[in-house]
């Protein structure tokens, strides 16, 4: 099948989350599966001056209310075809992605994103100007939500997945907007790209989409209800049929604890001596009290309310009374980044925090760390928890999404069983987290237990294998038969 796959962060080329970790990740495992797919991103700085040689393949020009724009061919680092839509007008510029360096949204967002919705709803469509013509367009996320309207638009165009990576992120912008991206007018309204009053990317993916995929089984019931519907759950209901739960995979290969560049030392399961080295060189770097004994807690992501961050915050002077230690790094809101710097300064030696964005010390974390915490609020997947996993720190997550879907809870069946894998609580409460933390601890104080768990985590298949044969399936019975 040829597939191409439209998203506006690549790993490692450019990345904010997990969608650049998956967009890097899954067309790799089709390929290998025998699928021709081909990513299509936005020409951002990042992504050009990582290039290392393009052919310019097309060129766009006069497309009602966009600016100009060419299209790049290249390969990622995996060998991976890619395609870079050049605007420097709309991509070429300092800060982030998707906001400047203040944190505010870009105010041409709706453009940026519209032109590449656009380009590939071209590429997917009967006036594509390429040879190779997809029979499947797969979206991802909001940035990419017009792509399905466009083609919806426009007749002889291939059909379209919709993949939610987070329903949180809804690209809403204000009526007007409909105009200036070359949308008819008509589809404003609640059969269409109409949000409560407003005009969304996400809305306009979800409805037009011809299949609509999100990243874990238990996420994809859960957006269907009034909790964790955004809005959505009555098109998501009416949907149901055609909306499918595949849970994400990992890249098993840059996380891989046995040849991992960011580590100080390898290790794998069977000869876990290393792990200890690595525990000692993040119990260095980060000036925590060096004690191979000390239980030591870590954390990776974005600080936000969703992540539970502000919960972990809460807790973090019982959490080190236990006794134990805590490492945070992340970015986001910007007084939880500086509670988090706080307490680190309160707590010296116990408490260490980095704020920034930083994926070799992610790594040395995941590898570093003996128990990993990730107690979001929601998560449509989380990526952490398979790293964890994998990484022989077993983690403690939130019972959400794709958290329940990828962790065994620990307890004296599971153990028995070998399939406990860490430690899952129930309601998102500071006295809740710090119960967890404590049946944690307890687990890691026994000292046949907890190998045993960090085993059956490691051991564990979060390969995309299994994962690219469902979208496969679902690519399959989109096209037309016989
Ligand atoms: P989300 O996409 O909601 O942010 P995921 O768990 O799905 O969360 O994926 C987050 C990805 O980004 C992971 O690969 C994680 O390690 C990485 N990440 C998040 N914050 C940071 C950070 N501050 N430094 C390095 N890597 C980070």
New binding site residues.
């Given amino acids: 099948m040829r597939v191409l796959f439209v998203t506006s962060e690549v790993?490692p080329l450019i990345?904010?989350?997990?969608?650049?970790?998956?967009s890097a990740a899954l067309p790799l495992a089709l390929r290998r599966l025998g699928d021709d797919v081909r990513v299509l991103v936005p020409g951002y700085p990042q992504v050009l001056t990582a290039l290392e040689s393009f052919k310019i393949e097309a060129f766009f020009t006069g497309i009602a209310g966009f600016p100009d724009a060419r299209l790049f061919a290249s390969t990622l680092p995996d060998g991976v075809p890619l395609w870079v839509i050049d605007c420097p007008e709309l991509f070429q510029r300092d800060g982030g992605i998707y906001q400047d360096g203040n944190g505010n949204d870009w105010p041409d967002n709706a453009l940026r994103f519209g032109l590449l919705s656009k380009v590939a709803a071209i590429l997917g469509g009967q006036g594509s100007p390429l040879d190779w013509k997809p029979e499947i367009v797969h979206c991802n996320d909001w940035q990419t939500g017009l792509t399905p309207a466009y083609m919806h638009f426009s007749p002889g165009s291939a059909p379209c997945v919709m993949t939610v990576?987070?329903l949180a992120f809804q690209g809403v912008f204000p009526p007007q907007a409909i105009s200036e991206l070359d949308i008819p007018a008509e589809s404003f309204q609640p059969h269409g790209v109409e949000y409560y009053g407003n005009f969304s990317f996400l809305k306009a993916g979800l409805y037009y989409a011809n299949h609509i995929t999100t990243?874990s089984p238990t996420y994809a019931e859960e957006i269907k209800t009034d909790a964790l519907g955004f809005g959505f759950q009555g098109l998501l209901g009416a949907r149901s049929s055609s909306l499918t739960g595949i849970l994400?995979g990992i890249n098993d290969s840059e996380w891989n604890p046995a040849n991992d560049p960011a580590l100080a030392c390898g290790y794998e399961a069977g000869n876990m001596a290393g792990k200890a080295a690595n525990k000692r060189e993040l119990q260095m770097q980060m000036g925590l009290t060096v004690d191979p004994k000390m239980p030591l807690f870590g954390l990776?992501?974005?600080?936000t309310h969703?992540?539970g961050l502000d919960v972990v915050l809460e807790i973090a002077p019982q959490l080190v009374a236990s006794p134990a230690q805590l490492v945070l790094?992340?970015?986001g809101d910007a007084t939880m980044q500086s509670d988090a710097l706080a307490l680190a300064r309160q707590y010296p030696g116990q408490i260490a925090a980095?704020?920034?964005?930083?994926?070799?010390?992610?790594?040395l974390i995941?590898a570093g760390a003996d128990i990993f915490l990730?107690p979001?609020r929601f998560?449509?997947?989380?990526?952490?928890?398979m790293?964890s996993q994998r990484y022989g720190t077993p983690p403690i997550v939130h019972a959400t999404g794709?958290l329940v879907d990828s962790v065994v809870d620990c307890n004296a069946a599971t153990l028995a069983q070998g399939a406990a894998t860490g430690f899952v609580f129930n309601n998102m409460t500071a006295p809740d987290l710090l119960r967890c933390v404590q049946r944690a601890l307890a687990v890691y104080r026994d000292k046949k237990s907890w190998p045993a768990l960090q085993l059956n985590g490691m051991n564990r298949d979060f390969g995309w294998q299994k994962s690219a044969a469902k979208y496969r399936e679902i690519y399959a019975s989109l096209l037309p038969t016989g």
Avoid: I, W
């Fill in positions: 790993a990345k904010t989350g997990g969608l650049a970790d998956v990576h987070n990243v994400n990776v992501g974005r600080f969703q992540k790094l992340g970015s980095v704020v920034g964005f930083d994926e070799n010390l992610s790594h995941e990730m979001s998560e449509p997947c989380g990526l952490n928890q790293y794709g």
